[in-house]
C-alpha cells in the first residue's frame, strides 16, 4: 500500500473503498499513528490558528464570555486561539502582535482592541490577512456591533416615562468607541425639544468598579442630586450602587440606576441591577465565524458588517420618581 493511498483514505476517506478505509485505520489503530497536524498545514499553507487582540486594561466580567463564544467556533473548526494584548502606545506588545501577523503562524485575527495594532511604520493591515473587528467600528475590517446607541436612548426615555428630570451619567474614557456612541446617544435624546430633563457628567471616565465608587462619593456630596444614573458599564453602575446604599440612599426610591452589558454580577446585586444586555456569547461566536469564512475564502470583494440586538432589561434598581 503506497504512502499515497493511506494519505488519501486518512485526508479524504470518501474517495477510497470502504475495504481500503478499513485496512487503513486498522493498521493506524495497530502503530498508533497521529496525523502530523502541522506538515499538512505546511501543505496548505494555514496554520491553523486565529490571533485575539484585547486591550491592554480590559474588563474581565465582560469580555469572558466573549472569548468563550470565540473559542468554541474556533474548537469545532480545528482552530487553535492565541490570545495577546495591545499596548496603547504602539510599544513592546504591539510590536509582537504585528511581527506575529507578517510570520505565517496565524491567518487572522480577531479585535476586541477598539484598534490596529502598530509599531515600526507597520501596522497589522499590511500583513493581508483578514481582520473582523468586534463592538467597535475600524475601517477596513469585518465588523460586529450592537444597537448600543439605539438601546441606551432607550433606556433614557424609558426612564423618563418614569418621571426622572435629573439625569446623571457615568462616563468611559473619551477617545472609546463605546463611550463616544453610547454619550453621543444619550446627548441626542436630552437635546429633543419634547424633553425638559438634564443630564450631567460625572467627572471620572473609566468602565470599573472604582470609577463608580468615585462617581458615588461625588453624588453624595451634591445639594440636589439626580434621581436617574445612567452607566457605561455594569462594573461602573454597581460600584456606584454599593457605595450610595451604604451611604444609606435607597434604590430605586432615592435614585434609579441603570448599567450596560449585562454581566453576571448584575444579577446578584441587591436590587438586581437594571441593565442592556449584550449578546455576548453570540458577538463572540458570529466573530470567529466570519474570520473563519474570511480565511477560507481570500480577500472580500467587500467587508462584512453585522449588528447584533441588545435586550434592555428594567429590573430592581430603577422605579418611578419618588417626590418628596
Not at 468554541?72 to 504602539?90: C, I, K, Q, T, W
Not at 433614557?156 to 463605546?178: Q, V
Not at 473563519?292 to 430592581?316: D, H, V, W
Request: aromatic share 6%.
Amino acid at each position: 500500500m503506497s504512502t499515497a493511498t493511506v494519505s488519501r483514505a486518512l485526508a479524504s476517506p470518501d474517495q477510497v473503498s470502504p475495504e481500503l478505509r478499513a485496512r487503513v485505520q486498522a493498521a493506524v489503530a495497530k502503530l498508533g499513528y497521529t496525523p502530523n497536524a502541522a506538515a499538512r498545514q505546511l501543505r496548505i499553507k494555514r496554520s491553523r490558528t486565529a490571533l485575539v487582540v484585547t486591550r491592554r486594561r480590559w474588563s474581565a466580567p465582560f469580555f469572558a464570555e466573549v472569548l468563550r463564544g470565540l473559542d468554541e467556533e474556533f474548537s469545532a473548526a480545528g482552530y487553535a486561539m492565541v490570545l495577546g494584548n495591545v499596548d496603547e502606545d504602539g510599544g513592546e506588545r504591539s510590536r509582537q502582535l504585528v511581527d506575529m501577523m507578517f510570520s505565517g503562524t496565524i491567518d487572522g485575527a480577531v479585535l476586541l482592541s477598539g484598534r490596529v495594532a502598530a509599531a515600526d511604520g507597520r501596522t497589522m493591515f499590511e500583513a493581508g490577512l483578514p481582520l473582523v473587528s468586534l463592538c467597535a467600528a475600524i475601517e477596513g475590517t469585518h465588523t460586529i456591533l450592537t444597537d448600543e446607541g439605539e438601546c441606551i436612548a432607550r433606556g433614557a426615555r424609558e426612564l423618563l416615562r418614569l418621571g426622572h428630570r435629573n439625569f446623571l451619567y457615568l462616563p468611559g474614557p473619551s477617545d472609546n468607541y463605546n463611550e463616544q456612541v453610547r454619550w453621543a446617544a444619550l446627548a441626542e435624546v436630552f437635546a429633543s425639544a419634547s424633553t425638559d430633563a438634564t443630564v450631567s457628567r460625572a467627572e471620572q471616565c473609566d468602565f470599573s468598579l472604582a470609577a463608580g465608587v468615585a462617581a458615588a462619593r461625588d453624588f453624595l456630596s451634591m445639594k440636589q442630586r439626580p434621581t436617574a444614573v445612567i452607566a457605561v458599564s455594569d462594573e461602573n453602575a454597581i460600584g456606584f450602587l454599593q457605595t450610595v446604599q451604604e451611604a444609606g440612599v435607597g434604590v430605586p426610591h432615592d435614585v434609579s440606576v441603570l448599567g450596560f452589558d449585562g454581566i453576571e454580577f448584575a444579577d446578584f446585586c441587591r436590587p438586581t441591577l437594571s441593565t442592556i444586555r449584550q449578546p455576548r456569547l453570540e458577538l463572540g461566536r458570529a466573530g470567529a465565524r466570519i474570520l473563519l469564512k474570511a480565511i477560507e475564502s481570500g480577500p472580500p470583494l467587500s467587508l462584512s458588517r453585522e449588528i447584533l440586538p441588545n435586550e434592555l432589561q428594567f429590573r430592581g434598581s430603577t422605579g418611578p420618581v419618588c417626590e418628596t
